[in-house]
C-alpha cells in the first residue's frame, strides 16, 4: 500500500487536504493524525471493519481497548450509557484536552472498538487538525497512538512512518505536538472515580474538581501491571520499549546522579552505553551516547521529548541506557509510568 503523505499547518487549515482524509475515515480506511498528546491512528469507531485495520497494522492485542474520540461534547451521550455527575464537572473544565474519561458503553459501540468491555473510554482532542478531521469525517474516531504495538508513542509523523509507513492510508503531518505523553485515562465507573493512566492532567488537578480520586496501582507503574491486579485492560502489555535495556534509577537527586553514573561504568566496554539526564546533571555524565531529556524545573520538556528520546536510543545502537528518575507528581508521574515500562520495571531506588 502506498501511505499519502498529507502536510497540513495546524494555524492555516487546509480544507481540500482534510476532506481527503476525511473520506479516507468515511470509506473505512485508516489516517494517522496529530492531536496535543501523540499522533493517533484513526479509523471509524462505530464499523468493525474500519476499528479491526487498526488493530492489524498496529499489530495490537485485540484485548487492549481503543479510545474514541469526538468533535462535540454532546457526542458523549449517544456513545455513553450513563454520564455519572462528575463527568459533566470534568467535561467543563478540561475538554477539549488531554482527558480521557471511562463511561459505561451504549448499544451503538461496537465490542472491537472496546476490545469486548462494558466501558467506553472517550476524548475530545483541542488540536485543531484532529478537532476538524473528527468534524469533516462525521463519525467518531477510534485512535491508539500511531505506533507498532509495544514501541515508543510517536510525537511525529517521521514516527509514524517508519512503525507505520505502507501499511496506512494516509498520514496527516501536522508538525509538532503539544504534551508527548498519551492522555491522563480516568475510569468514572469506579467510586472514587479512579486514575488507570496519568497523562498531562495531573491526580492534583482532577482531585480538585472531584474531590476525592484513587490512583490505579497500574498508572504507577512500580510493578508489572499483572502483579498489580488487572482491572486497567492494556495495561499488561509491553509498552514504550526500545531495543536497548533501560534501568532507572528513582530517589534523592545527588544520590541518583552517583548511581546513574556509577551503573554506566559497570556496563562500560560491554556494547554502546547510554544516559538520559535532565539540563540541571548532564554535564556531569560520561557514557558512550548522553541525552538531555529537558529541564527538571519544567518537566514538561521532559514529557515532551521523552518518546523522541527513546526512539533515538534505537537509532543511534544503544545496547544499554540508565535514566534519571524524576519527582512523581504532576506529569513528572505521566514521565515516570512511561519510563518505568519502557525499563520494564527495572528500578533501581537508591
Ligand atoms: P493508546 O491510545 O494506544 O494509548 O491506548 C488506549 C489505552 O486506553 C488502552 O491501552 C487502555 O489502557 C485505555 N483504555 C481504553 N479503553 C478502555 C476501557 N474501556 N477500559 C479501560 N481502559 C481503557
Ligand atoms: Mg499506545
Known amino acids: 500500500m502506498k501511505t499519502i503523505v498529507l502536510k497540513i499547518d495546524p494555524e492555516h487549515l487546509d480544507l481540500e487536504k482534510i476532506r481527503i482524509a476525511a473520506k479516507i475515515i468515511r470509506d473505512n480506511g485508516l489516517v494517522a493524525f496529530p492531536t496535543e498528546t501523540v499522533y493517533g491512528l484513526g479509523a471509524n469507531a462505530l464499523v468493525d471493519e474500519a476499528v479491526l485495520k487498526i488493530f492489524k497494522a498496529k499489530r495490537r492485542p485485540a484485548d487492549n481497548p481503543l479510545i474514541v474520540h469526538i468533535a462535540d461534547k454532546d457526542d458523549v451521550n449517544f456513545l455513553a450509557e450513563e454520564i455519572p455527575s462528575e463527568a459533566e464537572k470534568l467535561i467543563e473544565k478540561f475538554w477539549p484536552g488531554p482527558l480521557t474519561l471511562l463511561f459505561r458503553k451504549s448499544e451503538i459501540v461496537p465490542d472491537v472498538t472496546t476490545a469486548g468491555l462494558a466501558t467506553v473510554a472517550i476524548r475530545m482532542p483541542s488540536h485543531p487538525i484532529a478537532k476538524i478531521l473528527i468534524e469533516e469525517s462525521d463519525v467518531p474516531i477510534a485512535a491508539p497512538s500511531a505506533n507498532l504495538a509495544g514501541r515508543p508513542s510517536p510525537t511525529s509523523a517521521k514516527h509514524v512512518l517508519a512503525d507505520l509507513g505502507g501499511t496506512v492510508d494516509a498520514v496527516i503531518d501536522g508538525g509538532e505536538i503539544t504534551y508527548g505523553v498519551e492522555s491522563t485515562v480516568l475510569d468514572l465507573t469506579a467510586k472514587p ?158
Do not use: W
Open 193 to 350: 472515580p479512579t486514575v488507570l493512566r496519568p497523562g498531562p492532567v495531573s491526580v492534583e488537578e482532577l482531585r480538585k474538581i472531584v474531590g476525592e480520586v484513587e490512583v490505579h496501582p497500574v498508572a504507577e507503574a512500580k510493578l508489572p501491571a499483572e502483579k498489580a491486579v488487572a482491572k486497567a485492560p492494556g495495561m499488561k502489555h509491553r509498552h514504550y520499549a526500545p531495543k536497548a535495556k533501560i534501568i532507572v534509577v528513582e530517589g534523592e537527586l545527588e544520590r541518583v546522579c552517583q548511581k546513574v553514573q556509577e551503573l554506566a561504568d559497570a556496563r562500560r566496554g560491554s556494547g554502546k552505553v547510554g544516559i538520559l539526564g535532565t539540563r540541571e546533571t548532564s554535564d556531569r555524565y560520561r557514557a558512550d551516547v548522553v541525552k538531555i531529556m529537558g529541564d527538571r524545573k519544567d518537566p514538561r520538556t521532559i514529557a515532551k521529548n521523552l518518546f523522541k528520546l527513546l526512539r533515538e536510543l534505537d537509532s543511534e545502537g544503544v545496547d544499554f541506557a540508565v535514566v534519571e528518575g524524576i519527582e512523581p507528581a504532576g506529569i513528572g508521574l505521566a514521565v515516570m509510568n512511561r519510563l518505568r515500562k519502557a525499563a520494564s520495571h527495572h528500578i533501581v531506588q537508591v
